[in-house]
């Protein structure tokens, strides 16, 4: 192998570690079983690889802490609200820009200044906390992905689009549609990126039918670096320069910066129309905080500012890339399967066909990361029927999820290649013995945002 083919190791290496816990088999048992089988209330220092999101949990570098430490907490008008201010205006290209503490808060802010009551959004897929503030803004939400998303096994390079001909049969009407929102990457989907070429088409169906256009860009910078490597036409580009393109095809942005803004905080509204800023702008500074600082402290914004620069780092990127298609093989080797093709900030696992003999009212993706906990305190996130799935009273499974999956999130920057090889193993001694794994039911469960809250037990 001549030396620029060996593969690059993470462009970083680690000056600060924190502890992280091992528990016995039995006291993982006795974790779990207190917390009702809802990872959610596990506590941090009860898990030993912690894949439940990717989102504020990256680890910051030594140059947004010297930045940090600058950082102005000025009321209004702070240094380091014109620092961010700059850097997110020249990635974004955005004229307004209003900072806000989550990517939530800027979708309630945008929604309820820009979407009447009665109108739908339309979106490859809404995030569920963006499925949710459409209809608290009185809004319908509707997702039309492409058919080959439904196909896990396809690997299709860009299976997070929009289905064009039902986007446009949805503009043409009769609903009233308020918005059009495009989720880069598709969380909700695999994790699967948005090609430039279904971007352009979908700006092309708003301007001729004059409604919004939105990103909701959480993920950005892995959409542009899917794109370049994925997408005729972009491998003469940097990531940066297709983020930037992406961003000047839309309307506006919503963007929840504790992802490919590399911090533990923050968020960001993008916008050109200034009627509408000046309607969010009243909004924010009533409920979140002044327009120079939206609800974070001087110190997040210069965290944020240079994390803007860190993320579109072509090595960065690459070795980030490099290390979830890596996981992803040693998975697949490991006898479990995921959706294909392997997208970046997760890899969503198929526990419908790794557990068959469960069938979606035993919650075959609740048990495989319940068992992942109990075999090697790992923490994950089921979707399927026990978040997606429709439950009667007695919280019996009316009708399943269309997939019964488990994602594994991968933190920016915090796990190392030992890490990875110890979930594979995990889950490898899992797949060599599925039939042993039991299936869960519901004790109790709220009404609003089920999964996290609800209690179950084992059958
Ligand atoms: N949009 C997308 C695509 C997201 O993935 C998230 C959060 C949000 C909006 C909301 O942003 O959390 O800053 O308020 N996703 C996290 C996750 C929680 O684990 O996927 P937030």
Same mark, same amino acid.
């Given at each position: 192998?001549?030396?620029?083919?060996?593969?690059?190791?993470?462009?970083?290496?680690?000056?600060?570690?924190?502890?992280?816990?091992?528990?016995?088999?039995?006291?993982?048992?006795?974790?779990?079983?207190?917390?009702?089988?809802?990872?959610?209330?596990?506590?941090?220092?009860?898990?030993?690889?912690?894949?439940?999101?990717?989102?504020?949990?990256?680890?910051?570098?030594?140059?947004?802490?010297?930045?940090?430490?600058?950082?102005?907490?000025?009321?209004?008008?702070?240094?380091?609200?014109?620092?961010?201010?700059?850097?997110?205006?020249?990635?974004?290209?955005?004229?307004?820009?209003?900072?806000?503490?989550?990517?939530?808060?800027?979708?309630?802010?945008?929604?309820?200044?820009?979407?009447?009551?009665?109108?739908?959004?339309?979106?490859?897929?809404?995030?569920?906390?963006?499925?949710?503030?459409?209809?608290?803004? +009185?809004?319908?939400?509707?997702? $039309?992905?492409?058919?080959?998303?439904?196909? *896990?096994?396809? !690997? #299709?390079? &860009?299976?997070?689009?929009?289905?064009?001909?039902?986007?446009?049969?949805?503009?043409?009407?009769?609903?009233?549609?308020?918005?059009?929102?495009?989720?880069?990457?598709?969380?909700?989907?695999?994790?699967?990126?948005?090609?430039?070429?279904?971007?352009?088409?979908?700006?092309?169906?708003?301007?001729?039918?004059?409604?919004?256009?939105?990103?909701?860009?959480?993920?950005?910078?892995?959409?542009?670096?899917?794109?370049?490597?994925?997408?005729?036409?972009?491998?003469?580009?940097?990531?940066?320069?297709?983020?930037?393109?992406?961003?000047?095809?839309?309307?506006?942005?919503?963007?929840?910066?504790?992802?490919?803004?590399?911090?533990?905080?923050?968020?960001?509204? +993008?916008?050109?129309?200034?009627? $509408?800023?000046?309607?969010?702008?009243?909004? *924010?500074?009533? !409920? #979140?905080? &002044?327009?120079?600082?939206?609800?974070?402290?001087?110190?997040?914004?210069?965290?944020?500012?240079?994390?803007?620069?860190?993320?579109?780092?072509?090595?960065?990127?690459?070795?980030?890339?490099?290390?979830?298609?890596?996981?992803?093989?040693?998975?697949?080797?490991?006898?479990?399967?995921?959706?294909?093709?392997?997208?970046?900030?997760?890899?969503?696992?198929?526990?419908?066909?790794?557990?068959?003999?469960?069938?979606?009212?035993?919650?075959?993706?609740?048990?495989?990361?319940?068992?992942?906990?109990?075999?090697?305190?790992?923490?994950?996130?089921?979707?399927?029927?026990?978040?997606?799935?429709?439950?009667?009273?007695?919280?019996?499974?009316?009708?399943?999820?269309?997939?019964?999956?488990?994602? $594994?999130?991968?933190?920016?920057?915090?796990?190392?290649?030992?890490?990875?090889?110890?979930?594979?193993?995990?889950?490898?001694?899992?797949?060599?013995?599925?039939?042993?794994?039991?299936?869960?039911?519901?004790?109790?469960?709220?009404?609003?945002?089920?999964?996290?809250?609800?209690?179950?037990?084992?059958?």
């Amino acid at each position: 192998m001549s030396a620029d083919q060996i593969p690059l190791p993470p462009p970083y290496r680690i000056k600060v570690v924190e502890p992280i816990a091992f528990l016995s088999p039995s006291a993982r048992r006795d974790a779990i079983e207190a917390a009702g089988y809802n990872p959610f209330n596990l506590r941090s220092d009860q898990i030993t690889v912690d894949l439940l999101s990717d989102s504020g949990t990256g680890a910051t570098s030594s140059a947004q802490e010297a930045a940090a430490a600058q950082g102005d907490e000025s009321y209004a008008g702070a240094r380091s609200w014109f620092r961010f201010r700059e850097e997110a205006a020249d990635l974004t290209g955005y004229p307004y820009l209003l900072p806000v503490h989550q990517g939530r808060a800027g979708e309630r802010v945008l929604f309820s200044s820009l979407l009447k009551p009665g109108q739908i959004c339309v979106s490859n897929t809404h995030f569920d906390t963006t499925h949710a503030n459409v209809e608290i803004a +009185g809004g319908t939400p509707v997702d $039309l992905p492409v058919a080959e998303a439904f196909d *896990l096994d396809s !690997t #299709e390079p &860009f299976k997070g689009n929009i289905d064009l001909v039902r986007l446009e049969e949805a503009l043409a009407g009769p609903a009233d549609v308020g918005l059009v929102l495009m989720t880069i990457t598709n969380n909700g989907l695999g994790a699967q990126p948005v090609s430039m070429a279904n971007l352009e088409a979908v700006r092309a169906l708003c301007q001729r039918y004059r409604v919004p256009f939105f990103l909701d860009a959480a993920r950005f910078a892995e959409n542009a670096w899917l794109v370049q490597q994925r997408e005729p036409g972009y491998q003469g580009w940097s990531p940066r320069q297709i983020a930037t393109r992406a961003f000047q095809l839309a309307d506006g942005c919503l963007i929840s910066l504790k992802k490919d803004g590399l911090t533990g905080i923050g968020g960001l509204i +993008g916008l050109r129309d200034d009627a $509408l800023f000046a309607q969010c702008e009243a909004n *924010l500074i009533a !409920t #979140e905080g &002044f327009s120079t600082y939206g609800g974070l402290s001087g110190r997040d914004l210069e965290r944020l500012a240079v994390g803007l620069r860190e993320v579109v780092d072509p090595l960065y990127l690459s070795s980030r890339a490099a290390q979830t298609a890596r996981f992803a093989r040693m998975i697949k080797d490991a006898g479990a399967s995921i959706v294909e093709p392997a997208g970046i900030h997760a890899l969503y696992l198929n526990a419908g066909r790794l557990l068959p003999h469960l069938s979606p009212s035993e919650f075959p993706g609740h048990s495989l990361g319940c068992q992942m906990y109990l075999d090697g305190g790992i923490r994950s996130a089921e979707l399927g029927s026990l978040y997606l799935g429709e439950l009667d009273e007695s919280y019996r499974v009316v009708k399943p999820a269309p997939f019964e999956l488990v994602r $594994l999130a991968i933190p920016r920057r915090v796990y190392t290649m030992e890490h990875f090889e110890y979930v594979a193993a995990v889950l490898g001694g899992i797949a060599k013995d599925p039939e042993r794994i039991r299936g869960y039911r519901i004790t109790s469960a709220p009404a609003l945002l089920r999964h996290f809250k609800v209690r179950l037990a084992p059958l």
